[in-house]
């Protein structure tokens, strides 16, 4: 008996085997085979799961706050907020996903933009799927993507100098508040003005707030001393 205990020891001693949880996957994409279709091919890697699924980027941010995915697919050209502002929202009020852009644009004034908002990563949809896999393997391990086509017309370290302004992730309209908000008006004042209600004011001065990472007007006027707000 005791010598029928020594030999199960190191079967009871062994350590159990690390149970690494899949991936959990936001896919955002306006068109509903895309969505799809990804979703089918991604899903033959043991290691992933998609959790959900959006077609605006209004959805994409609320699903996101929702379901606090590990990494979110983001296509760019979305109706309503386009990608890069649904990926800035989404990184201020949730900064532990990660983004990886999929589109057809391999743009590299729009790959900055993208990168500026918070993405991970950059693929195009010309590439293969395996290269989106490599991407979310790559941006869950904590580095960055970018596919190898975009980064053969510019090398990154040039893309990432560019200094492009915080206001350009601002839509015309978020624009027009800010510096009637900046300027010091109320936003019943800017209503009038506008021919909005007060609400819809407030609202469009949240988001912008969001989208730049500030509180208040004081921190408004702070950042528009540093960059020059476009006009509308």
Do not use: W
């Amino acid at each position: 008996m005791l010598q029928l205990m020594l030999n199960l020891q190191p079967l009871l001693c062994a350590p159990a085997p690390m149970i690494v949880p899949a991936t959990r996957i936001l896919l955002v994409d306006d068109h509903g085979i895309v969505r799809q279709g990804l979703a089918t091919l991604l899903e033959f890697d043991p290691g992933i799961k998609v959790v959900g699924s959006a077609a605006t980027g209004e959805e994409a941010v609320q699903t996101a706050g929702r379901l606090k995915p590990d990494v979110v697919v983001m296509d760019l050209l979305l109706p309503g907020l386009n990608g890069i502002e649904a990926t800035a929202l989404i990184m201020a009020q949730s900064p532990r996903t990660l983004v990886i852009v999929l589109s057809s644009s391999k743009t590299p004034g729009l790959v900055q933009r993208a990168l500026q908002a918070g993405a991970r990563g950059y693929v195009l949809k010309s590439a293969e799927c395996v290269d989106l896999i490599h991407a979310i393997k790559a941006v869950v391990a904590g580095c960055q993507y970018i596919s190898p086509a975009i980064t053969q017309l510019t090398s990154m370290s040039k893309l990432l100098r560019i200094q492009e302004s915080p206001f350009d992730l601002l839509s015309s309209r978020e624009r027009d508040v800010l510096q009637r908000v900046v300027a010091g008006y109320t936003s019943a004042d800017i209503g009038r003005q506008l021919s909005l209600s007060p609400k819809t004011i407030e609202t469009y001065r949240g988001r912008l707030m969001l989208k730049l990472g500030v509180n208040d007007r004081a921190a408004l006027i702070r950042l528009t001393m540093n960059f020059e707000v476009p006009h509308v």
